[in-house]
Nanobody
Framework: QVQLVESGGGEVASGGPRKLSCAVF????????SGWFRQAPGKQLEQVAT???????STVDSLKGRFTISRDTGKNTVSLQMNALKPEDTAVYYC???????????WGQGTQVTVSA
């Protein structure tokens, strides 16, 4: 059974760092791309960063330099390091896994990050 479990959310002061983690169960990274998405209040879901089956990270242009995705194949986790956080980064952050051949997609339950001014 596939399960993605996020952790690490909470309240953080503006300018501070935060690291989110996603524990992944039931999938193999060699067959799935994984990534982080977020949804701010009143806004649509948006992609934050992804990591390919080969472990190549990619962050959306607007967040490059502040957000970095990584994975640990031994621990089966995907992480998102967020630095220099801004109030506009406040959102629910979701972990995602997508099968490269079937496009089967899985989501975590989300973790709230609130950046206070």
């Amino acid at each position: 059974q596939v399960q993605l479990v996020e952790s690490g959310g909470g309240e953080v002061a503006s300018g501070g760092p935060r690291k989110l983690s996603c524990a992944v169960f039931g999938i193999r990274f060699c067959s799935f791309t994984s990534g982080w998405f977020r949804q701010a209040p009143g806004k649509q879901l948006e992609q934050v960063a992804t990591i390919s089956v080969r472990g190549e990270p990619s962050t959306v242009d607007s967040l490059k330099g502040r957000f970095t995705i990584s994975r640990d194949t031994g621990k089966n986790t995907v992480s998102l390091q967020m630095n220099a956080l801004k109030p506009e980064d406040t959102a629910v952050y979701y972990c995602n896994a997508n099968h490269i051949n079937t496009n089967s997609e899985y989501w975590g339950q989300g973790t709230q990050v609130t950046v206070s001014a």
